[in-house]
């Protein structure tokens, strides 16, 4: 299989190993990784103009604080109940056209949307259905886009693979949010949504330009159903793959949704203003930006991949307590960076580790499963939000951070094959 795969990258992709000598870079020498690459961006930088675009034009037509929560759980709504399904849509189906006929709904709907803004015709539920449609889509094209990895690049560079693609989602996390903004003051919201639907005319042509292996036959000899009951069943009876789902999930639900407390800490805690809340916002993601250039760079050199999987989910845990004690802007600041690297680092740690251990016919509906954590989040902002109106938020973060660290020590000791899995 190895060896297979080895031999399709490098009739597929072209290395240009002259022109990315740093060890930062070296997965973009493969052709078609960077035809990947570049439509993630461009992917993830649409996402973000069009959530800056609908989170403003939601609170202009309403004032409704609960509509703007409301709109950011149904945008995750669609890991859980269609991103199943979707996994085993990447299994069966011809991976390239999956891709480009979900690419044509995500065109179609952008520049419908830009439209009905600019006519002055938008009404809210305009926007309810947009972020459903958009969401279904991404549910659809993400976990094919994740299976494809391992496809364009060698074993050996799927480390720096997966953290440069971190690296680009979170680039995008930082700039398009910004851009986002500017957009809207300048053009107003209809050219977001233009600008969004040119990002995903480019994804479309990149698709058209890559080198898509062919689905294995595997899947299609049973019904769509028995590749979903399959799936979960992989999962179920390979600890490995359980616990390494489990340690994604855990984060997810406990501790990334202390960034939803923020304007908490801003005025009660730390008693800044405004601008504070914005730095304090972004600092996790200057972290993580930071982690990926970092493990991209060091990816060849780090073969314990599961020892610092765990010790990264643990050092999250532990910095967010740390941060829930602190009382001066700047440290928390320094913290919060911190705690945005460690974030990243158990993330792109989790992804290399499913993507090597997962069997390729089977990698779309696992890696559609994984992606539950994001329809997840919701329900984690819930829980820190209630818990913190009760004890609040100091204690709040303090207790996520701990629910984290004892439950990371319980799936290590209960599957101890996890602390030495490699890369």
Known sequence: MEEQLTESVATSSQALPKRFQFRTFSSLGYLDYRYLWTGTLMMSAGQWVQQVALGWLVYELTGSSVLLG?????????????????????????????????????????????????????????????????????????????????????????????????????????????????????????????????????????????????????????????????????????????????LAYVPRIFAVPYQTLMPVFQKDVLQVGPEGLGLLMAAPGLGAVLAVLTLASISSRVKRQGLMLIASTIMLGLSLILFSQITSFHLALIVLVIAGAFQMVFLAS?????????????????????????????????????????IGAPLTVTSMGAIVVVLTLLVAWRVPHIRTLES
Do not use: C
């Not at 179609?108 to 459903?132: C, E, K, P």
């Not at 969401?135 to 391992?150: K, T």
């Not at 580790?353 to 696992?366: K, N, T, Y």
């Open 70 to 246: 409301l709109l950011n759980g149904l945008r995750a709504l669609p890991f859980l109940v269609t991103g199943p399904i979707a996994g085993v849509a990447a299994d069966r189906m011809d991976r390239r056209q999956l891709m480009l006929r979900t690419q044509y709904v995500l065109i179609g709907t952008a520049f419908l949307m830009g439209t009905l803004v600019a006519s002055g015709w938008l009404q809210v539920w305009h926007i309810f259905v947009f972020t459903l449609i958009t969401g279904i889509g991404w549910s659809f094209s993400e976990p094919v886009r994740q299976s494809l990895i391992p496809s364009v690049v060698p074993k050996a560079e799927l480390a720096n693979a997966i953290a440069l693609n971190s690296a680009g989602f979170n680039l995008m996390k930082v700039l398009g949010p910004a851009l986002g903004g500017v957009m809207i003051a300048v053009f107003g919201a209809a050219g977001n949504f233009w600008v969004q639907g040119a990002a995903y005319v480019v994804v479309l042509w990149m698709i058209q330009l890559m080198h898509v292996p062919p689905t294995h036959a595997n899947a299609l000899r049973a019904s769509a159903m028995a590749n979903l009951k399959e799936g979960f069943a992989y999962v179920r009876s390979t600890p490995t793959v359980l616990a390494l789902m489990i």
């Open 350 to 390: 989790t992804s290399t580790m499913l993507q090597l251990i997962v069997p390729d016919e089977l990698r779309g509906r696992v890696m559609s499963l994984y992606m539950l954590d994001r329809g997840l989040m919701p329900a984690g902002a819930l829980f820190a939000g209630v818990i913190a109106h009760v």
